[in-house]
């Protein structure tokens, strides 16, 4: 296990998440980076989860246990981003997983430029079960022109990036009036402030999408299909505002809009 003079804060947000939580941060402990903390944020559990948080809190003592009382991942991340101590941000959804290099990979990857950066944009691996229990795993790409992936939706997950804590609370963090498209908004954020990206083509995160879990196979509500849309909208215009005003506008960013929209 090698340990850096940069530190980073793993900040895991769950909610209900009994079956999956100690998987999770079983791939943190893998690390060969170890982080400086693990942050867990409840986020109004009523499973067994603030029970597996306490056990695991008291096998790893680098593990903090806090708790948000405001349901909604980005609630719990931006309260998870407040105490954290590290100066990078891992966030971690609390049924996916890091691979053992995802760490020192990206530390490596920052301390490698000449420049200083501010966040790590990086591809992952999704892996989807089907209700049926057939898998299906893919890499969601990363392109190196991240305005495009900006419009395509490839630029980055919350789990397979990277970021500096220092700029992410200069922002404000997440966006809490949103519900929907939580890494494209933030992202979209990072750039209109000028963040110094890298993007990062291996993947070294699996995102879980197991389709015979209730939180993915119940229907959408309409209220839910309205608060989509209505986040959809709300991305594309910010995002077409963004490219409208810079001098170096392509029309193809445009006409890739107009196809998107």
């Not at 603030?50 to 695991?56: D, F, Q």
């Not at 903090?64 to 407040?82: D, F, Q, S, T």
């Not at 509500?221 to 849309?229: E, P, Y």
């Amino acid at each position: 296990t090698i340990r850096l003079t940069m530190t980073v804060s793993v900040i895991i947000p769950y909610y209900n998440a009994a079956k999956t939580l100690k998987n999770t941060v079983e791939s943190v402990m893998s690390q060969r980076m170890m982080p400086l903390e693990i942050i867990l944020v409840d986020n109004k559990s009523s499973d067994e989860s603030p029970m597996i948080a306490k056990e695991l809190s008291t096998q790893y003592p680098i593990i903090r246990l806090v708790h948000e009382e405001r349901k909604g991942a980005n609630y719990a991340r931006n309260k998870g981003m407040r105490v954290a101590q590290g100066n990078w941000l891992q966030f971690l959804d609390a049924d996916d997983e890091l691979l053992p290099d995802k760490l020192l990979h990206q530390i490596n990857l920052i301390q490698s430029k000449m420049k200083p950066s501010d966040m790590i944009v990086g591809e992952a691996y999704i892996r989807i079960v089907n209700p049926h229990g057939m898998i299906h795993q893919f890499v969601k790409p990363v392109p190196q022109d991240l305005i495009q992936g900006l419009i395509l939706g490839t630029a980055g997950s919350t789990c397979s990036n990277l970021w500096k804590r220092e700029f992410l609370n200069g922002i404000a963090g997440w966006d809490e009036d949103h519900v929907y498209l939580n890494d494209p908004f933030l992202v979209l954020k990072c750039v209109r402030h000028g963040a110094v990206i890298i993007t990062d083509n291996i993947p070294l995160t699996v995102i879980h999408q197991d389709y015979r879990e209730a939180s993915y196979s119940r229907p959408m509500t309409s209220d839910h299909l309205t608060a989509l849309m209505d986040d959809v909208h709300s991305y594309y215009v910010e995002l077409t505002d963004y490219i409208q005003k810079q001098e170096s506008s392509n029309s193809d960013y445009l006409k890739l809009l107009r196809q998107r929209q």
